[in-house]
């Protein structure tokens, strides 16, 4: 592993259904971010983690649910799936301790679709 | 609504000449500005960041330059190249902290051609 990695790649999920998507990253940073990219709207944030343990709300929090047992593992689940959480999701982290925080290291995303 | 925004959804240029993307911001409070490059089909990536006590900022190849009297911040790339096509997010610290996520505005697509 190298960087982060998200999985899955792609999926297609029935409304109703409980999903999780995962995201892992070896850097030992202690931010990790989850953003939302729909087109035209650019990147929203809905989740963040400024260290294993904590977690905070971003601009678009309903409907999803994030944990941080550790330093390297950032789950976002979406307890019941709708429509329009259709969007692809992009899992982010970055090196706080060091003040490098605007340096955010994405993952190649994970294109999610609620039919 | 969105905190940052751009001006223009598209740039088109010629190959070896000069871009300049531009982004408006609405949040004086922001401490930092920060500068983004997706390429279809993956993640963003960092560019270059400007602290809001700077007016302009170097890195290679790219210039950022800050105006908060008119809230305005652009991306200069110097001659670009085929490999500078992609599309450019202007990004801020809205919610302090640092490590609390950033403020995405809506991108722009910067198209090269030959």
């Known amino acids: 592993i190298a960087g982060i990695t998200q999985a899955p790649t792609s999926q297609i999920l029935a409304a109703g259904r409980r999903m999780t998507l995962r995201c892992t990253q070896d850097?030992?940073?202690?931010?990790m971010y989850w953003y939302r990219q729909d087109l035209g709207l650019g990147l929203r944030l809905i989740h963040y983690s400024n260290t294993a343990g904590t977690t905070g709300k971003g601009e678009v929090p309903d409907g999803y649910s994030v944990s941080r047992a550790n330093t390297d593992d950032f789950p976002l689940t979406l307890a019941s799936a709708v429509p329009s959480q259709t969007s692809v999701y992009f899992c982010?982290?970055?090196?706080?301790?060091?003040?490098?925080?605007?340096?955010?290291?994405f993952g190649p995303g994970t294109r999610l679709t609620v039919l | 609504g969105e905190s940052v925004g751009l001006h223009l959804p598209t740039l088109s240029v010629q190959e070896g000449d000069n871009s300049i993307i531009n982004c408006a911001y609405s949040n004086s409070a922001s401490d930092y500005f920060i500068w983004y490059k997706q390429e279809s089909g993956k993640g963003p990536q960092f560019i270059i960041d400007?602290?809001?006590?700077?007016d302009k900022r170097q890195g290679q190849r790219v210039t950022v330059l800050l105006n908060k009297t008119v809230k305005h911040l652009s991306l200069q790339i110097a001659a670009t190249q085929p490999g500078d096509s992609a599309v450019y997010f202007c990004?801020?610290?809205?919610?302090?902290?640092?490590?609390?996520?950033?403020?995405f505005g809506k991108g722009t697509h910067l198209i090269i051609q030959p």
């Open positions: 850097m030992r940073h202690n931010a």
């Open positions: 400007i602290r809001s006590n700077m």
């Open positions: 982010a982290s970055s090196d706080w301790a060091s003040g490098n925080y605007n340096e955010q290291f």
């Open positions: 990004a801020e610290d809205l919610r302090g902290g640092g490590a609390d996520g950033l403020t």
